[in-house]
T-cell receptor
């Protein structure tokens, strides 16, 4: 069974710090990787996607992918209290545009 | 990003009744839509993959006769929960594919009493 592993947290960081969220996956053939943010009671919203090894930056967010280690991470710079949410890692698995989600890491940014 | 709408946003129904949830892609055509269910403090669990004009593909353990999916057009997919029971109470979320990214509707919170 294809799996996506995340630490459920909570991960607490002070305001202005860098939050580092990690994810590992089991399907070595996966090609597409996504990070979603989900506020309590709301549906997930896509914040980053990455397909190639290395880093991809978008504003305060940086996604990092290492296919050899089957590891994808999300860095949030200058963390704000509004970043407090659950961050879901999603990995395309088995083709057909299906993705498998991790359980999510709850991030708490302390003012 | 692409916009997906869902209706209703919440519904309360009595045990044994059926509930229909609509999912629409507003600014793109979604050949494929996905239906998920999320229980409290758990991640999204894929229920089925819906393709326009064909039968949905259900994940293992999901009863296709209970969760009826109709993908009538490139912008509309519906999920009908038939003979709902309290254990079907959950947050149902649809997702539509725009290019290679999946975008989610706002979700429908179903409570079966």
């Amino acid at each position: 069974q294809k799996e996506v592993e995340q630490n459920s947290g909570p991960l607490s960081v002070p305001e202005g710090a860098i939050a580092s969220l990690n994810c590992t996956y089991s399907d070595r053939g996966s090609q597409s990787f996504f990070w979603y943010r989900q506020y309590s009671g709301k549906s997930p919203e896509l914040i980053m996607f990455i397909y190639s090894n290395g880093d991809k930056e978008d504003g305060r967010f940086t996604a990092q992918l290492n296919k050899a280690s089957q590891y994808v991470s999300l860095l949030i710079r200058d963390s704000q209290p509004s970043d407090s949410a659950t961050y879901l890692c999603a990995v395309e698995s088995g083709g057909y545009q299906k993705v498998t989600f991790g359980i999510g890491t709850k991030l708490q940014v302390i003012p | 990003g692409a916009v997906v709408s869902q209706h209703p946003s919440w519904v309360i129904c009595k045990s044994g009744t059926s509930v229909k949830i609509e999912c629409r892609s507003l600014d793109f055509q979604a050949t494929t839509m996905f239906w998920y269910r999320q229980f409290p403090k758990q991640s999204l669990m894929l229920m089925a993959t819906s393709n326009e004009g064909s039968k949905a593909t259900y994940e293992q353990g999901v009863e296709k006769d209970k969760f009826l999916i109709n993908h009538a057009s490139l912008t509309l997919s519906t999920l009908t929960v038939t003979s709902a029971h309290p254990e079907d109470s959950s947050f149902y979320i649809c997702g539509g594919m725009d290019s290679y990214e999946q975008y989610f509707g706002p979700g429908t919170r179903l409570t079966v009493t």
